[in-house]
């Protein structure tokens, strides 16, 4: 099954629904670099109002170690995402597994840096162009996801309800990962657009269950 991670959540509320609709995980963005970006207060707010078994990530993006530590410490998330230039070492240095996005709006380009960051939980293949922040709504050639990595790799970048479907059938990812294809505004989640988005996800996952179990 598809994983589905919300990201850029800025209010409780929204977090409370992606959880309700049956999003895995949500995403709290601390980087300053961000228009999704919350302060260390709001983030433990959306944190702490998460139920069991709903993964909290937060991200970052070439932000400094010590307000990166800070920010861990208070809000205390399952996930770190690193959006930048870091470094393995330097995304392993706060000693929480992490994800790492890779920035695949340079194409093919982009590919040899997937295999430069061993230590993270997994790999997050984002639309957007070298440099440049996530939530850009950007999408990449999804034929591009490799399928010979041992890590999860979470597909992100342009998503909708009307595209999802095709991306999870095309690039077959361990996870898909929104922001603006689910939003009203930079921060504040459409709830239609939410409960669309993760029931094409879930349509997806079904019928390529069915179509597994009729090709045996």
């Known amino acids: 099954m598809t994983r589905i991670k919300c990201c850029g959540m800025t209010r409780v509320e929204d977090a409370e629904l992606a959880a309700k609709l049956g999003a895995d995980a949500i ?10 970006r919350v302060s260390i207060e709001q983030a433990q707010a959306i944190v702490q109002a998460m139920p069991p078994f709903v993964t909290t990530v937060a991200l970052f993006m070439d932000d400094d170690a010590a307000f990166v530590r800070e920010a861990v410490d208070a809000i205390e998330p399952d996930l770190l ?28 380009a982009a590919l040899p840096s997937l295999r430069q960051y061993p230590g993270a939980s997994g790999l997050l ?10 939530g850009s709504g950007k999408a990449f050639d999804w034929s591009l996801m490799p399928h010979d990595l041992t890590q999860p790799l979470i597909l992100a970048g342009g998503l909708t309800h009307a595209n999802v479907g095709d991306a999870v059938r095309v690039a077959r990812p361990w996870g898909v990962d929104v922001a603006s294809g689910i939003e009203a505004s ?14 094409a996800v879930r349509e997806a996952d079904a019928l390529l269950q069915t179509n597994s179990v009729a090709s045996r």
């Not at 995403?27 to 999704?36: D, Y």
């Not at 293949?125 to 996530?134: C, K, T």
């Open 27 to 36: 995403g709290v963005v601390l980087t300053a670099r961000s228009k999704r």
């Open 125 to 134: 293949l984002d639309g957007h162009g070298l440099g440049e922040a996530g």
């Open 186 to 199: 930079p921060g504040i989640k459409d709830p239609l657009k939410l409960a669309e988005f993760i029931r």
């Open 81 to 108: 995402q690193f959006h930048g230039a870091e470094t393995d070492d330097w995304c392993a240095q706060f000693g929480h597994r992490y994800l790492k996005a890779i920035a695949m709006g340079e194409g093919v």
